[in-house]
């Protein structure tokens, strides 16, 4: 049985991010590549390849999506960004014959998350980025849903395996649905059980101690 | 919701009775239950039926509807219909695997229900899959879930409410100017 | 880059998604902690520069670190709250009292808030139906009888039901036992129910 009383804060999906989410400050980790459009002084040794004192304006540096965020401005620029080739023309092209053949969690594994966070920064291309997204979404939500409707007791690793970080858990949403009616359904129901974090608790003290 | 409270609600629904013992009239905040007088079919809730049954203090009828001919028409709309058809009871699942277990000597072809019902089920929960599907893929926003019952509505309700929410959220970005900044 | 300690401790949580709660990690608390300060010492000392000296290059310098200050405090505000909400669920999957093994993972402020969480619950509990009040963490499932068929995983020592009787509750043996009394030790993995 699943853990019911710890529910962690969940994600804020799309463009807001939720603040306390460890989801989204995982996603928000994420790396994004970027250009200096002014120089940051005395902050160079944050750069490897350059031994300078500052990061000139110009360097193509990578950064996480939470300081680019943070540094970005519509007005004053100090920070252009690009999108991940990911949500780039060909990737786009490919999305849009057939979702369902591309691995999301390679690609992402916040595909959907960092999709909607690239909207912040202005580019021609947002709009298709934005449409992309979503349409990648509906092709492939059929397949999480019959993914998540699979026998419980199937190997479902190679279900999950393309899988991003909000369609796996939307797999975990339906088969914790069908996990509970068939329960139900086998008797089982009525049973009070042993809380999921005691049984996990005592599965890893046993394996320290093996270890 | 957890299926056992959705079952806990269908203890409520009302099953006929014949006795084998005689009693009053009882008094009851959930309403009046009795008299009981041995032979003569009364009115109880599932959950006292269930209870007596098990004490051998009464047999059950089973409902109008749990009968052989009467679940092999409903099967047979349910597959030529594509919306949800009409189901005799909302607890029908429920009351079926509860009657079965325990009084399946007072129910005629027992087996025999108990596969049309589970067929009737699966029908009835692949048809809520394809309309998911179609729902999520024309981004619809409203849907009529007409003749649902509750237990079917609950073994997706998470997952469902879940998607819907990605999809409105993944919407929203197509609006520009919806953009609320929040640098953390 | 910097940062990076703060990623850890959420990592470290996130990892273990099923609410397990691992060791207060002090240490990297710590760690993160020394790199914002470290952040706002050199960052007001580049602001006195800027605003004495006029130099106005540093600014985008002073903002990259604010963010990394505002990053730092999102991510310790976070593993804070996130061991809360695991703590919370502490008390109504094991009840009252913690098995040692998990106070230890605690530091001694989040003691101090299970112990006023537990209070509080018990305070609600105690002001509802009437005088005796009633166990919320009970029958969390609708009872189907009042009694249950119960098997011993662990030797557990002597229990004392209602009525006064003293069972002893030794690994293997079966009883039949009032629902409510036995609820919290089937959860705690003392107890077995038995459904036949």
Redesign the interface.
Known sequence: METQSYTPVPPGVGMEENFLSLDDILLSHERLPCRTESAFPRLGFLEKSADTRDIPEGTKMEMPLWLAKGLYERKRRTLSVDPPKTYRQGWRTVLGADPNVVDLHKMGPYFYGMGSQLLHFDSPENAEIAQTVLQTFIGRFRRTMDASQNALDADTSALVAPLDALERALFRAGQAGLAAYQRWEGGASGRIEASGLVVNYRKRKLGELQA | M???????LAEKEMVTIIPNFSLDKIYLIGGDLGPFNPGLPVDVPVWLALNLKQRQKCRIVPPDWMDVGKLEEIKELESKEETFAPIPSPYYMELT?MLL?HASDNIPKADEIRTLVKDIWDTRVAKL?LS??SF??Q?EAHAKLDNLTL?EI??????LL??L???Y??????Q?G??????? | MFCEKAIELVRELHRMGDGQLPAFNEDGIRQVLEEMKALYQQNQSDVNEAKSEGRSELIPTIKFRHCCLCRNQRCIAAYLYDRLLRIRALRWEYGSVLPTAIRFHMCAEEVEWFNQYKKSLATYMRSLGGEEGLDITQDVKPPKSLYIEVRCLKDHGEFEIDDGTVILLKKNSQHFLPRWKCEQLIRQGVLEHVIS
């Not at chain 2, 919806?178 to 953390?184: I, L």
């Open positions: 957890d299926p056992s409270e959705v079952e806990f695997k277990n899959r998911a599907d999520i893929s981004l237990m609950n073994t997706t309700r998470t997952f879940d998607s929410n990605c999809m959220k993944l919407r929203t970005n197509l520009p919806s953009d609320k900044s929040n640098d953390y």
